[in-house]
């Protein structure tokens, strides 16, 4: 999925951890992701969060999509920053999931917490 996904590739996003129901991914910071206060936008950080959810809920093989999310921004990130978010699965019932994504900065403090919907897709036509 990630070799497809030119949004990610674009922000320098890389999937560092993949397992079934769990996934984790960095991104750096950079200078065009800074808003007009002098931080990181939130829009990069839940597109990180996001992109973590994306690997972990299509961990197990079908296409699986978001069907919503939420996102609570915690502190915030600066320039230059290596942002972590891991995806964990807390539980898959029929074509839906929930997962609860972490965002922390280099030093460990919660940056994001994202909690996102999955709905895996119908085969067929």
Same mark, same amino acid.
């Given at each position: 999925?990630?070799?497809? =996904? /030119?949004?990610? @590739?674009? !922000?320098? *996003?890389? !999937? &560092?951890? !993949? /397992?079934?129901? $769990?996934? =984790?991914?960095?991104?750096? +910071? &950079?200078?065009?992701?800074?808003n007009g206060h002098? !931080?990181?936008h939130g829009g990069y950080v839940f597109l990180l969060a996001d992109t973590a959810f994306a690997c @972990?809920?299509?961990?197990?093989?079908? #296409?699986? +999509? $978001?069907?919503?999310?939420? *996102? *609570?921004? +915690?502190?915030?990130?600066r320039e230059g920053e290596v942002l972590? /978010?891991? /995806?964990?699965?807390?539980?898959?019932?029929?074509?839906?999931? #929930?997962y609860d994504i972490t965002v922390r900065g280099e030093d460990g403090r919660v940056v994001a917490e994202f909690r996102g919907r999955s709905r895996t897709l119908r085969e067929g036509p």
């Amino acid at each position: 999925m990630m070799a497809g =996904d /030119a949004a990610s @590739a674009a !922000l320098g *996003i890389e !999937l &560092t951890e !993949l /397992a079934e129901g $769990a996934a =984790d991914c960095r991104m750096t +910071v &950079t200078a065009a992701m800074i808003n007009g206060h002098g !931080l990181c936008h939130g829009g990069y950080v839940f597109l990180l969060a996001d992109t973590a959810f994306a690997c @972990a809920c299509n961990s197990h093989g079908p #296409v699986t +999509v $978001a069907a919503g999310a939420e *996102i *609570i921004f +915690v502190s915030p990130a600066r320039e230059g920053e290596v942002l972590t /978010a891991s /995806a964990r699965e807390r539980t898959r019932f029929g074509r839906s999931g #929930v997962y609860d994504i972490t965002v922390r900065g280099e030093d460990g403090r919660v940056v994001a917490e994202f909690r996102g919907r999955s709905r895996t897709l119908r085969e067929g036509p």
